[in-house]
């Protein structure tokens, strides 16, 4: 079965680039120190896959303020995957990379995260992992459409926000520092009365 919501995120161990070495990742490894966002992407030298991995590794430092690691994975191998982090910007390249590249050869982590497509690539696909393991999040694009990297930023806020608020939950378009919504018929009236005041 793949990955669901409110369900463990699969483990897995995988060959990844990390800088310009070569280490070998375990997702489970992070269990308890970080929250993890694990996106998929097609294949290396590409269009729109480089300008989705560019985005991440220039906004790392906001993923790692909130104590989350980001794991970019593909299809492709470690080999190519470092080719590509020495490539320059300007020619299509990563230019250097500041989070994991892992490679999914085998793709069995694709396969197990339910997002491998018929032609053998994986389709762009975000899950937010927090720090029991379990999969919080999951957005899906299909190949043409890059994501936004505020937007992942802005669920990792969101859930890390009701974590720590119990008997609150973040409605639509929240941004931290934003108003929460309080569970509940009455409770939650205080919401709807601020936002939805006649002017």
Avoid at 54 to 69: I, L, P, T
Avoid at 110 to 119: F, I, K, Q, R, T
Avoid at 135 to 162: C, K
Wanted: charged fraction near 25%; proline fraction near 4%; hydrophobic fraction near 35%.
């Amino acid at each position: 079965m793949p990955a669901q919501i409110q369900k463990e995120a699969p483990d897995f161990t995988a060959d990844a680039v990390v800088g310009e070495d070569f280490k070998q990742i375990k997702l489970s490894d992070y269990r308890g120190k970080k929250y993890v966002v694990l996106f998929f992407y097609p294949l290396d030298f590409t269009f729109v896959c480089p300008t989705e991995i560019v985005a991440f590794s220039d906004r790392v430092k906001d993923f790692h303020d909130r104590g989350a690691e980001v794991l970019g994975c593909s299809v492709d191998s470690k080999f190519t995957h470092l080719a590509w982090i020495n490539t320059p910007r300007d020619k299509g390249g990563l230019g250097g990379l500041g989070y994991p590249l892992l490679a999914d050869v085998s793709k069995k982590i694709c396969a197990e995260y339910g997002v491998l497509l018929d032609g053998g690539v994986a389709h762009r696909s975000t899950f937010v992992i927090d720090l029991k393991g379990v999969v919080r999040a999951i957005t899906h694009h299909d190949l043409q459409i890059g994501r936004s990297v505020d937007e992942t930023l802005r669920v990792l806020d969101a859930l890390q926000y009701s974590e720590t608020h119990t008997g609150e939950e973040c409605p639509a378009n929240w941004t931290k520092g934003g108003q929460s919504i309080k569970v509940g018929v009455k409770e939650s009236k205080e919401y709807f009365e601020k936002t939805h005041a006649k002017k």
